[in-house]
Structures are given as structure tokens and as C-alpha cells.
């Protein structure tokens, strides 16, 4: 079955260091990417997506490109900020557009 | 801002007890979920429906019941609450389309006593 794997965290940062957090999936076919991030206390919010192999998807500055060679759609950022602080997700959707799977998530703490 | 509303954000209640989570969004989406979200922060689908008078078990066994009557409302009961119930309970909606992004509400954290 399909399934995501992202990496173990808690990530901790310095203001201004570059981000990377991995992400790997497994399904038949050509699903739907996403990052998702959870702010404490509330829901989660989209952050970006990809529906096809080699699009990018960006946002607040964090990217993550679909790559369907290395099933990975990793996320990027050039420079964090305190407020990124927060629980990423990525998460997949099958072809047929079935109800998101969520990897384990990730803490991200940075620090000023 | 949020187009999906949950009530209520934070009930504590005591074993045995019956309620009821609120679940309702406002976009007009076909699709809505309920996920249960436990303290290491992982995601567990435990009931979805794709539309009116249509409901479906997720993929974690939930001992919860959920109803579809009207497009914009998705609540979720517990007949008898149990300690093992505490969690944070996410809902969920989207429009129907490969590739359409979830929206969700602020969650509901249940404690059971």
C-alpha cells in the first residue's frame, strides 16, 4: 500500500541556517504530494504541493521538488526563521485522489 | 482563516459518558475525514465520506461512529468515552480532484477521566 516516510526529528536550527527535511514515499503509480505544517495548539495548514513528477512547489519561501526517480519530495529552506517553528508533514495522495496518508512528522525548533 | 470549525476545542469528561465532536465547513466540499492525532504527533485516518449518506472506516479501528447528513457537516460520537479515547481529533475537508489539498479545523482535545 502506499505509505511516507519523512525524517525523524526534532530538527533544531539557528535563525538564518538552511533547512532540509526528507521525505520518501511509496505508491503505485503518480500520486499527489504535500507538505503540511502544524502550528502548536492549532490545525494543519497547507504549505505546498506537487501532482506531477519534477514540479515545485514553494511557498513562504520553503520548496520541494517531485522527484518520481527517487520517490523523495524533500523540503527546503534557504533561510528559517523563529517562526517556522512548528510540526512539518508530508503527506501523499493516491491516484484516484483517496484520502491523504501523513508521514510521522517533524518538530522543527529554531532559535534566535 | 479557517472555513471549517470544530466544537468544541477542549472537553474533559468522565468515563462512560456519551459526546459528541462538531465537525462543519463552510466551502460546500464533498469530502470530509476525521483524523485522531496522538502525542507523538503521528496522523491516523479513522473515518472519511466523499459525500452525503456516505461513510467509511479509515485505516486505524475506531470504536467512534460518524454521520454524513448534510454536505456541510461531519460530526463523530463516542457512546461510552474510555481514558484510551483521550487524543487530539483533527477534521478535515476538500473538494473532490486529484490533487486537492485538505483543509482542516483547529482539532478537538479530548481528555477522558
Known amino acids: 500500500g502506499n505509505s511516507v516516510t519523512q525524517m525523524e526529528g526534532p530538527v533544531t536550527l539557528s535563525e538564518e541556517a538552511f533547512l532540509t527535511i526528507n521525505c520518501t514515499y511509496t505508491?503505485?503509480?503518480?500520486?499527489?504530494l504535500f507538505w503540511y505544517v502544524q502550528y502548536p495548539g492549532e490545525g494543519l495548514q497547507l504549505l505546498l504541493k506537487?501532482?506531477?513528477?519534477?514540479d515545485k512547489g514553494s511557498n513562504k519561501g520553503f520548496e520541494a521538488t517531485y522527484r518520481k526517480e527517487t520517490t523523495s519530495f524533500h523540503l527546503e529552506k534557504g533561510s528559517v526563521q523563529v517562526s517556522d517553528s512548528a510540526v512539518y508533514f508530508c503527506?501523499?495522495?493516491?491516484?484516484?485522489?483517496?484520502?491523504?496518508?501523513f508521514g510521522k512528522g517533524t518538530t522543527l525548533s529554531v532559535s534566535s | 482563516e479557517a472555513d471549517i470549525y470544530q466544537t468544541p476545542r477542549y472537553l474533559v469528561i468522565g468515563t462512560g459518558k456519551k459526546i459528541t465532536l462538531e465537525c462543519s465547513q463552510t466551502?460546500?466540499?464533498?469530502?470530509m475525514y476525521w483524523y485522531q492525532q496522538d502525542p507523538g504527533m503521528e496522523l491516523h485516518l479513522i473515518h472519511y465520506?466523499?459525500?452525503?449518506?456516505?461513510?467509511e472506516k479509515g485505516d486505524l479501528s475506531s470504536e467512534s461512529t460518524v454521520s454524513r447528513i448534510r454536505t456541510e457537516h461531519f460530526p463523530l460520537t463516542l457512546e461510552s468515552a474510555r481514558p484510551s479515547h483521550t487524543s487530539q481529533y483533527l477534521c478535515?475537508?476538500?473538494?473532490?480532484?486529484?490533487?486537492?489539498?485538505?483543509?482542516f479545523g483547529n482539532g478537538t482535545r479530548l481528555t477522558v477521566t
Open positions: 478535515a475537508s476538500s473538494p473532490t480532484g486529484i490533487g486537492s489539498p485538505l483543509h
Open positions: 505508491a503505485t503509480g503518480y500520486p499527489s
Open positions: 506537487a501532482t506531477k513528477a519534477d
Open positions: 503527506a501523499l495522495s493516491g491516484e484516484a485522489g483517496t484520502a491523504l496518508i
Open positions: 466551502m460546500g466540499h464533498d469530502k
Open positions: 465520506s466523499y459525500g452525503v449518506n456516505s461513510t
